[in-house]
C-alpha cells in the first residue's frame, strides 16, 4: 500500500498519518520527492519523542518505521555543536520469532522472563523486536544512553529508553545519521527504512562557498525487491544469466544490468525494479542547491551522477562523511568538483548542484558499481527525473547567508601526526561447502595474526586495545572476492593509501570502501587508514565492522578497547605482544 503525498505549508511532505499504527506509509513510484521533516533544537535543545514500528504490508514487504510524535516518519535532526540532544525512544515492534540465544554466560535468562526485564543497559537480547540506536559518525562516547550498541536493547515492553547527550562543540558541520545496532537484526530493520539523517549545522561556517544555498536532504535507501520475479526491461542489454551470491542475492554481473539485488527508494519514493520509473525533482532553472546524500542501504553502492540531457554535469564535493573537504585547514573553501560519486553504505556525501536550464531534462541517476565476483549487482539505473522549473518550490531549508567562520582546529592535522603504531586487518569469507558456491558463508574481520572468528557479542575481550590520546595507521586489507566498507565507531580517520598507493586525503571519513580481491593480484588489496583516538570522547569499547550489514550481522566486526592514556596495557585477544608493531612509522607509503 502506498500512501499520498500531502502538502504541508506549500510543500511536499511525507503526510503525518491518522493511524501510524497500522501501516507505514511510502509514496508511490514515481512520486515526487518529499523532504523529510526537520526538527530543529532550540535554545539548545533539541527533545523529541520516536517510535519505531514494524509492519508487514500487503504487497508482502516487511518494513520498520520511525514515527516522531505528530506522525511523521524519519525526521531529520538538526542540532548545532554544543546542543543537547534529548531522544525518547519507543519500542513498539511486534511479532517476535524466537530471540537469538546470547551466550550461556549472559543474562539470557532474563530476556524469557516476564517479570524480570533486563536493564535495556545491561541486555544482551539479540532478537528482531529488539532495538537500539547508533548515532553514525557523532564522536560521543560508547556508553549507555549516548551511543552504546554492544549492550543497550530495548525491548517493546520496555518504557521509552532516553539517549541524552551533547554533540561536542568540536563535531564537523555535517550529515550524520541514525539507525539501528542490533548484532544479527541491523539489516532486516534497516533494510525496513529504520534509518532517518542528523544534521550539525554550520556547514557554511566552514565554506563559504555554501552560504546561503537552499539544502536538500536526500535519503537513499534499499529494500527488498518489489518485483523480483520480471525479466529485465527490454531495453536492456541481454545478461547471459542471473546467479544469486552467497547471501541469496542476485550476483554482480559484471555489465552493468541485470536485476539488482535490491531495489532503491528515494526519501521512501521506490525506484523498482525493472523499470526504474524515476521519482521526481523541480528546481527553479539553473539554480545552485546544496545536496546532503544520505546511503542508508543496507548493501546497496551507490555511484551517483547528475545528467542533462545525457551528461555528466560537475558536482561539487563540500563534505563527506559529515566532514569538511577542507578539514585539514589549509585548503580554504576547497570544492571538489565531480562528475560521480561513491557513495558505501552507511556513506554520506554532500554537493553542489546546478539546476538544468529550462526545457533541458535532467536526470539523477547511480551508475554501477563493481561490487567484485562475490559481490552483489549493483546495475545503472535512474533515481530521480530533475526539472526545471520557474514554479518549483524552494526546498525547507536554506543555509545562512554571512556566517561566522568556523574557528580552527584546536589539534594538529592528523595527517601531520606520526603514528604510533601500525596494525593490520582483513576481511575474509568461508564457505561452509568450499565446493559449494552457493554454501553459508561466514564473514570476518580479523586482526593479523589472530584466528578468525565471527563477531561474539557475549565475548566482551577486545580485539584490538588502544590508548587515549594515540594516533595509530590501520591497514585493512580484503582477502575476499567482493567489496566490503569498512566502518567505525566514535571517530573519524584519514585514508593514507589506496591500495598501496599514498593519496593522504586531506579530509577525513567515517566508512570507506576496500578493493575486492581477485585471484590475478600479487597482493591482497587494502587501504591504509590513520585512525585518531585523541578526541576525549573516544574512549571505552566500541566496535568497527562491515557496513554492509548483511556481513556485519553475518560476524564480520570486531570490537576495540580505547583505555585512558595512564592505564597500564591490558592483554587482548590472544597473545598481545605478538600482535601489533610499536615501531613507528614515518612514512605513510613503506608498508
Ligand atoms: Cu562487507
Redesign the pocket.
Known sequence: MFASLCLVHGRVSLCAQESPNTSCPRPSPGAAVPEPEDLRSQNGVLELDLTVRNFTEPDGSKRFCYFDAAGNQSPTLRLSPGDLLILNLKNDLTDSPAAVPAASNHNHDHATSAKKLPDPCDSSTMSLTSTNLHFHGLTVPAVCHQDDVLKTSIQPSDPPFQYKFRIPENEPPGLYWYHPHIHGFSKIQVLGGASGAMIIEGIERANREVAGLPERVLIIRDQDLLNPNSPPAKSEPVVPKFLVDHDGDAANTGTGFGKPAKDLSINFVPVPYPDYPPATIQMKPQERQFWRVLNASAITYLNLAVLYKHAPQQLGIVALDGVPLNANGTTGDFISWQTHLGVPPGGRVEFIVTGPPAGVPGLLVTRTVDTGLGGENDPNRMLATITASEDALEPRSKLASLPTPLPPPAQPWLGNVTPVRVRKLY?SETLLDPNDPNSATT?YLTVDGQTPKPFDPASGIPDIIAKQGDVEDWIIENRSTEL??FHIHQLHFMLVAWDGVAVNEPFLRDTVNVPFHSTADLEYPSVRLRMDFRDPNTIGTFVYH?H?LE?EDGG?MGLIRVEPADSAQAPEKGTASSRTSSAPARSTTNN
Open positions: 576481511f564473514f566490503h566498507a562491515c554492509l556481513h564480520m
